[in-house]
């Protein structure tokens, strides 16, 4: 799509829903090229939600503008079962690294294209993974141009999350991951699998 073309709707569940559940639905053209927080799925800045049943599972997301599914700031989403397909920037998106109990299991994403919304964006991750508070499993990518699965931590929980007592300082580092198993990468520009990196303050990533 020519970049004047690629701004579509978008999908955002704020804090204080009484449920927030998208299954079977197919996506396309959704998300906004370069316009932060205006992704396909996206929890946003709603803490907890772990007394809740709130999902996205079995969707199929392709063609897209932005992302694919973001979970920010919020603590117990679940993210199973989906496909996405031919996105721009980071796909499966944890945004400030302060999110907790988040579940990925059983996605798909493939055709990750580079983006410009954060500096990190220039080498996309399918899977951007910036909690070790994740279970992460049996999930698949394929033919990113930069990552497939990524985990990057930062010292300091970064965004609008910074303030609100999700990590303290260094406390990322020193926690660890949930359950990690039967994931697979393969075809990817630059890596499949990567463990490494610093998260830093404006969403890019420090050797």
């Not at 053209?29 to 079995?58: C, L």
């Not at 919020?74 to 993210?79: D, E, F, L, Q, S």
């Not at 931590?153 to 660890?176: D, I, K, L, Y």
């Amino acid at each position: 799509a020519d970049e004047e073309d690629r701004f579509g709707g978008h999908i955002k569940a704020f804090r204080g829903f009484r449920n927030f559940r998208i299954r079977g639905a197919e996506l396309t053209r959704m998300g906004q090229f370069n316009n932060k927080g205006h992704y396909p799925i996206h929890w946003h800045m709603a803490h907890s939600v772990e007394d809740r049943d709130t999902y996205a599972r079995e969707n199929s997301i392709h063609d897209v503008f932005q992302r694919c599914i973001t979970v920010h700031g919020t603590h117990g989403a679940r993210v199973e079962r989906n496909v996405a397909y031919n996105t721009y920037g980071h796909c499966y998106f944890l945004e400030d690294g302060g999110e907790r109990n988040t579940t990925l299991a059983g996605n798909l994403g493939l055709v990750t294209r580079k983006g410009l919304t954060i500096p990190s964006d220039r080498k996309p991750a399918t899977f951007w993974i910036t909690s070790p508070l994740t279970v992460f499993t049996d999930n698949a990518a394929g033919g990113s141009e930069g990552v497939g699965i990524w985990y990057i931590f930062a010292p300091e929980v970064t965004g609008p999350s910074a303030n609100q007592g999700f990590f303290q300082p260094g406390e990322a580092f020193r926690t660890p991951i949930l359950k990690m198993a039967g994931n697979t990468a393969h075809s990817n520009g630059v890596r499949g699998f990567f463990f490494g990196d610093e998260l830093t303050a404006d969403q890019d990533f420090a050797n």
